[in-house]
């Protein structure tokens, strides 16, 4: 059963994987045996990821890319052909949220800086990946969707509808791709306790309020995300395409009230 998830001989990028929850994803490819290149905007930051990674016995290089700058992206993926001759796994994780607040008080700079790099910089990612995935006989593509997609969040509008764009970009790339044998799909986490998520599990009265609102009644570890990237990198997910799969310890399904039924 084990064979099901082995990665070995693949090659896949990560990106947004300098911490939390790509960094968790990158570390869980190598371990089933993927040769790993590590991406996110600081140099510095992938090669303390890609370090770690080597010194567990995988194989790993950093490279440095802002995927919301298109040349940038040729680079990253003409690097990773160069070094490992081929893509079969792609793993879009950098985002960004510059603007907290009301929707209407959004600037447009906001929305564009939220738009190119959490869906045009997906697309380009998958689109200078696709033709090496294509003749390799298939691929793995993660788009990391987010519940804030799926579900209105206070504050972050901009965010929320660029998730919502995610999912939406996931479901038509798996039918147009599908006669390629690239299976695309997306993963929507809940709240995961990272540095992104501070301004939340800091506050102990919106850390409480969020949690209400959690059936586990706690954050995730980035960790618990890996698992299921796992699952849609390997061979395991061969018929999986087009899913956006939640993992949110019951969030989409909570009621506050709940919390109150405890034993």
Known sequence: MTSLFDLTGKVAIVTG???GIGEAIAVALAEAGAQVVVASRKQENVEAVAARIRASGGVATALAA???????VEALVSSTLERYGGVDILVNNAA??????????AEESHWDKTFDV??????????????????????????????AGKTPQPGMGVYCVTKAG????????AAELAPLNIQVNAIAPGFVK?????AIWSNEALNAATLAG?????????AEIAGIALYLASSASS?????TILVDGGQAIGNPLFALTKR
């Open 96 to 105: 960004t949220n510059p603007h907290f607040g009301p929707l209407l008080t």
């Open 66 to 72: 802002h995927t919301g700058d298109p040349a940038a």
């Open 239 to 243: 018929f999986t395409t087009g899913a």
């Open 17 to 19: 994987a300098s911490r």
């Open 214 to 222: 959690i059936p586990q009644q706690r954050m995730a570890e980035p």
């Open 166 to 173: 995610v999912i939406m970009l996931t479901e038509v790339l």
């Open 118 to 147: 959490n869906v045009k910089g997906y697309l380009r990612m998958i689109k200078a990946c696709a033709p090496s995935m294509q003749a390799r006989g298939g691929g793995k593509v993660i788009n990391m969707a987010s519940i």
């Open 194 to 198: 990272t540095k992104f998520s501070a």
